[in-house]
């Protein structure tokens, strides 16, 4: 048997390693801040002095409260990111807090830049992901109850019902500090300016009067 040569497989260490989702932090800390003349700029955000960070700059208290789930989705997604959460800038992960009224629904969606796991804390879910083309478009699904945990590979269409008659609330970490949402109903019927009509009929393979209703709706985004 033929072995690589050590050369080749110091390359390819470093290569996943040069590839990964997230850059590596090259520093302990780097707090997001908005402020570019006192910063510097490092993984899509400014970063704050280090001698000038606090402990509030990594505590985020915005799960205290529910979401409010009266919306036509029945679900509310509080995001921690970067955005919110300025002491996860470099670090590659953050979260979120789903809370979904009786039959809520988090519609299928996309993360492009993280992969998802699911913990249910309360409540019933029916879960789900689809794999690419490549394997058939093969639909991954499971009813989860309070303590399961479920995995969304990066970058595949998943989502969340909660069939139960009583609220559900799941908490979702994610390999990203920013790993983005693309919803895909808003996407594709609530683009703007909207995607023709002409290319929707033919990738749908219905009617122009099915598209202009589709496209006319109010596409709500629970983000």
């Not at 995001?79 to 470099?90: D, K, S, Y």
């Amino acid at each position: 048997m033929k072995f690589l040569p050590i050369s080749l497989l110091i390359l390819a260490l470093v290569a996943a390693t040069a590839f990964a989702y997230d850059p590596s932090p090259l520093q302990d800390i780097c707090v997001a801040i908005n402020d570019p003349k006192s910063a510097v700029f490092v993984n899509g955000e400014f970063c704050k002095d280090p001698k000038q960070a606090n402990a509030d700059d990594f505590t985020f208290m915005g799960f205290r409260k529910p979401g409010n789930t009266a919306n036509p989705l029945g679900s509310k997604v509080t995001p921690a990111t970067v955005m919110e959460f300025p002491g996860l800038n470099t670090l590659g992960i953050s979260m979120a807090r789903i809370d979904f009224a009786p039959s809520g629904l988090n519609p299928p969606h996309i993360h492009p830049r993280g992969t998802e796991v699911l913990v249910v804390i309360e409540g019933t879910l029916l879960v789900g992901f689809v794999t690419s083309n490549q394997l058939n478009n093969t639909l991954f699904t499971k009813v989860l109850y309070k303590g399961d945990v479920f995995v969304f590979p990066i970058g595949l269409i998943h989502f969340q019902l909660n069939t139960g008659k009583t609220p559900a609330l799941a908490f979702a970490a994610l390999s990203s500090q920013n790993p983005g949402v693309i919803t895909i109903a808003n996407s594709v019927f609530g683009a703007k300016p909207p995607i023709s009509v002409d290319v929707l009929t033919k990738a749908f393979q219905v009617d122009k009067k099915t598209i202009d209703y589709l496209q006319a709706q109010f596409w709500y985004d629970n983000n």
